[in-house]
């Protein structure tokens, strides 16, 4: 088995958020990506099933060391890497256990670049007893967060709860529990914790919290990203068709996240991000 390893929302050279992508021309058993994806060790491995022989077309499905998902972002920019590679620049489709949706993929100077259309997005208000379950995990309160982003869910594929800080220093210093963390999310069922500090109107800090998938962090999470695209277009704020994620810099691994959407709520958004081959 070909187990490629691909760091998405890479800056030339350095940072992204390694993923395992295997090509795969016949179906295997959950049981088996589950088994690889463990021993490959990244927070998600991408398994692609092609489903005729044009090369365009794929089944894919997302795993965790401890579990699968319904879709990954950052993979599926690794994804969108290898495929390019493979069979060239072009729009691929892939069937994702309950959605479909593309990824383009075109050379650049700094490797290759993916863009994905994210699944439909929503959000809503926050239970005031999950938010307080979630300040309570990083030690916060509700006078650390930005009145202008009240704390959400956030969905884009998969579910998220997005908390808007006033501090940078704050984000800087996030801390939690690992094992409170993932009981906490797995409560209720989230993905991410996406903590944010708006740098601008089109700009912002990120880091994203994945307890769920037994990491302390994420240094890129685009499934994030476009759940957090759908909640700033819901609330109607100044995002002026796109912004930028910059994430992993607090913890030494710098990534870029470009966004892209129009004004129709709940429709799906563009994912942007160069890759890079881990060697």
Not at 128 to 153: C, H, K, M, S, T
């Amino acid at each position: 088995m070909d187990i490629q390893r691909i760091a998405a929302f890479s800056q030339g050279s350095v940072g992204g958020n390694p993923a395992g992508v295997v090509l795969l021309q016949e179906a295997i058993s959950g049981e088996e990506m589950a088994r690889v994806a463990a021993e490959v060790g990244y927070s998600e491995t991408a398994f692609a099933v092609a489903q005729d022989e044009t090369g365009r077309n794929w089944r894919v499905r997302y795993f965790l060391p401890e579990s699968e998902v319904p879709f990954c972002g950052h993979a599926t920019i690794a994804l969108g890497a290898a495929l390019g590679r493979q069979g060239g620049a072009g729009t691929y489709s892939l069937e994702l256990n309950n959605a479909s949706i593309t990824v383009d993929v075109e050379a650049s100077d700094d490797g290759m670049l993916a863009t994905l259309r994210s699944p439909p997005t929503n959000s809503r208000a926050i239970a005031e007893d999950e938010l307080q379950d979630i300040l309570d995990l990083f030690g916060l309160n509700n006078e650390d967060l930005d009145v202008r982003l009240p704390p959400a869910r956030i969905h884009g594929g998969a579910d998220h709860v997005a908390l808007v800080l006033k501090d940078r220093e704050k984000l800087a210093a996030m801390t939690y529990g690992l094992d409170r963390g993932r009981s906490v999310m797995r409560k209720y069922g989230l993905v991410t914790v996406m903590l944010i500090f708006v740098d601008a109107d089109q700009e912002f800090v990120v880091r994203n919290a994945f307890a769920s998938g037994g990491v302390l962090e994420d240094p890129a999470t685009g499934a994030a990203a476009a759940a957090f695209a759908g909640y700033l277009r819901d609330i109607g704020w100044p995002h002026k068709d796109g912004f930028t994620i910059r994430q992993g810099e607090d913890m030494g691994c710098p990534s870029l996240i470009e966004v892209s959407m129009d004004n129709t709520k709940g429709a799906p958004v563009r994912v942007s991000g160069r890759a890079r081959t881990i060697q």
